[in-house]
């Protein structure tokens, strides 16, 4: 089975600036997909971006992107220019064709926390 | 833009009662999802609706028992309430099964079994 382990539970950034959070996955699969949520103190999941595991090129969405090394089994995201409304829950997800229902496997989370 | 949709937002229950956890989504989807979130943790999969007509367990199924009333309608139902399903529920949907389809989420239910 899948897991995938964020190893930060929480962490801090000053606004305007760049922060990392990690993600690493373990898989035997070639053929997957990885998402980054975000979950708001409102708790509804958002989509922030997803990496189809066959491109090497790395996913951006706006202020967001990720930096993918599939050989080493690692999905970090990249928030650039921080905001406060930035502040929420990450959660890294792992999702094949493999699995029952092709579900998500979540990682534990990160607590984003944005200083003004 | 309502998406997906859940009912209720909040629950108490007693051990032993039963209930039953509503969800529609209005984007045409075939796929519709249940799944748990935990203190602390990433979701996990109850069950999962391919299509209309369909139910197959995820990876948390025990104590639970699904509906895929119609297209829009994905039920989910406890019939003995217990501690160990005190939790927060969510709802999901996607075009379809395969992993390049987005899954969209309700904003959960939060249900506390006494």
């Known amino acids: 089975a899948q897991t995938v382990t964020q190893s930060q539970p929480e962490m801090s950034v000053q606004e305007a600036e760049t922060v990392t959070l990690s993600c690493t996955y373990d898989t035997s699969e070639s053929d997957y997909y990885l998402f980054w949520y975000k979950q708001p103190p409102s708790r509804q999941m958002i989509l922030v971006i997803r990496q189809e595991a066959y491109k090497q090129q790395n996913a951006t969405e706006n202020r967001f992107s990720v930096n993918f090394q599939k050989a080493a089994k690692s999905f970090s995201l990249k928030i650039s220019d921080s905001q406060l409304g930035d502040a929420a829950m990450y959660f890294c997800a792992y999702r094949s064709p493999f699995n029952a229902g092709n579900m998500l496997t979540f990682g534990g989370g990160t607590r984003l926390m944005v200083k003004p | 833009n309502a998406g997906v949709t859940q009912t209720p937002k909040f629950q108490v229950l007693k051990t032993g009662q039963s209930m039953t956890l509503q969800c529609a989504q209005d984007?045409?989807?075939?796929?519709m999802y249940w799944y748990r979130q935990d203190p602390g943790m990433g979701l996990r999969l109850i069950y999962y609706s391919a299509s209309e007509g369909t139910t197959d367990k995820g990876e948390v199924p025990n104590g639970y028992n699904v509906s895929r009333l119609n297209k829009r309608e994905f039920s989910l139902r406890l019939e003995s309430a217990a501690p160990s399903q005190t939790s927060v529920y969510f709802c999901?949907?996607?075009?379809?099964?395969?992993?390049?389809?987005?899954?969209?989420f309700g904003a959960g239910t939060r249900l506390s079994v006494l």
């Open positions: 984007m045409n989807h075939n796929s």
């Open positions: 999901a949907s996607s075009q379809g099964l395969s992993p390049k389809n987005i899954q969209y």
